[in-house]
């Protein structure tokens, strides 16, 4: 009987990254200091997602001290497709958890024509990033929304053709650094950091590398890693969304490699990082998890494909705290160590690493939560019938590496603290054993 094996080879060959000279528009020093929040959704965001949408209400309450009936909320649907349409059901949902409709305000600020709207051709509303009275209005809001679709119309509308803010921008930014709350999901979760991730696959930046997108208006393809311009409020790093259900996980560390800075944060679907200006913390809030990359003490080996070592991750769900300013974690109070009392003891490689949900799986299960010491996973493509490359991942268990898990909300939750992971690429020949 003849029996198929795969050979996995490390290799030595040469990873070109399409090199642009690239200065975000804003870093960490660009801006004020600000007293505002954040609330940065993951995407998919389920209208019964009581907390997620209660948080961004009571910071909204906060910011001026004023009761429910009386914040007020502006969206700007620019992101869509179907801008009113979006926005009109962000609307129902914050009626339904207690703002007066007139208390909502849609922006005209959209690129757009809703097909859904015969009287109104949105697309004329391109240009109102610069329109005064919107801006003026925007003062006096306590919350601003911005929805999903393409980031990049977020940017088109509110940016300048030679990336200086609009006057609605100003006037978003103005409220944000007094303490105002923004919040957005998908693409108005993308915008929030600068740069931001315009597109691309994990697999697409791990073997191609970081491309720049300077002319909004360039078709970028699914597959590319895209860096541009973004709006910049959260200024920690860079922030990607759909993170586990769409395995995210290798773009975010490429971008933030690229980007020399320590941090890269990626939030899942359905769930919120909610940032605090005030104290420069992070909460978990929504039904899944938020992964923190941290690059410091990490090293990317020369002459290889993409390679990284000594990465450091953390993975946190409902509840559960980051305070950047001093790099340190306070849990939901259900998160019992798993230190131990590991539930498994088996952890056989992972096949597709960027597949849905996988990597919560391997840091979990077939790391904290397991006897085991590491957990390896492996992505790879096949060339041929013959040969193929991709990329070994192994994530390791340190001496101060922790695990947590308990029940909250009746649904079973996980963390994990300070993971240690390498990132090496592979190539695999394929022979049959006779």
């Known amino acids: 009987m003849r029996k198929l094996s795969i050979i996995f080879v490390l290799v030595l060959t040469m990873f070109s990254i399409n090199m642009f000279s690239f200065q975000a528009e804003a870093t960490q020093s660009s801006f004020p200091k600000t007293s505002g929040s954040l609330v940065i959704v993951g995407g998919a965001l389920s209208s019964d997602n009581e907390a997620v949408y209660k948080k961004f209400l009571t910071l909204a309450q906060e910011y001026k001290g004023k009761a429910l009936k009386d914040v007020k909320i502006a969206i700007i649907p620019a992101a869509s497709a179907v801008p009113i349409e979006s926005a009109d059901g962000y609307k129902e949902d914050f009626v339904r958890y207690g703002v007066p409709v007139d208390n909502i305000y849609t922006a005209p600020i959209a690129l757009i024509d809703d097909p859904l709207t015969k009287e109104i051709d949105e697309s004329t509303w391109k240009d109102n990033g610069n329109n005064i009275e919107i801006a003026k209005k925007i003062e006096e809001f306590d919350a601003i929304w911005f929805v999903g679709g393409d980031q990049l119309r977020h940017i088109k509308t509110l940016v300048t053709a030679d990336g200086k803010d609009t006057v609605v921008l100003k006037a978003i930014r103005k409220i ?24 691309g696959t994990s697999v697409g930046a791990l073997t191609n590398g970081v491309h720049i ?37 290798g773009r975010l560390l490429v971008a933030t490699q690229y980007n020399k800075s320590r941090y890269g944060f990626g939030i899942d679907e359905n769930s919120a990082m909610v940032y605090t200006g005030a104290d420069d913390s992070i909460e978990v809030v929504g039904t899944s998890g938020l992964l923190i990359v941290d690059l410091q003490g990490s090293t990317a080996p020369k002459g290889k494909r993409f390679a990284m070592n000594n990465v450091t991750m953390h993975y946190l769900e409902k509840g559960d705290r980051f305070n950047i300013k001093d790099g340190t974690f306070t849990l939901n109070k259900l998160h019992k160590t798993t230190k131990g009392i590991e539930y498994y003891s088996k952890n056989p490689i992972a096949m597709g690493i960027f597949g849905k949900q996988v990597l919560k799986t391997v840091l979990t299960e077939d790391l904290i939560d397991n006897e085991a010491t590491k957990a390896e996973a492996l992505w790879f493509d096949l060339d041929d019938d013959k040969k193929g490359n991709g990329f070994k991942f192994t994530f390791r268990k340190m001496k101060t590496t922790e695990g947590f898990w308990g029940k909250i909300d009746q649904v079973g939750s996980y963390a994990a603290l300070n993971v240690q992971m390498d990132v090496e690429p592979i190539s695999i020949k394929i022979q049959i054993d006779k």
């Open 176 to 199: 944000y650094e007094n303490g105002a709350v923004l919040g957005g999901t998908s693409a108005g979760a993308a915008v929030m950091s600068n740069p931001m991730i315009a597109s």
């Open 213 to 249: 997108l300077k002319n909004f208006d360039q078709d970028t393809g699914d597959d590319q890693l895209f860096l541009t311009t973004g709006l910049g409020f959260f200024t920690h790093g860079i922030v990607d969304q759909h993170f586990l259900e769409r395995g995210r996980f």
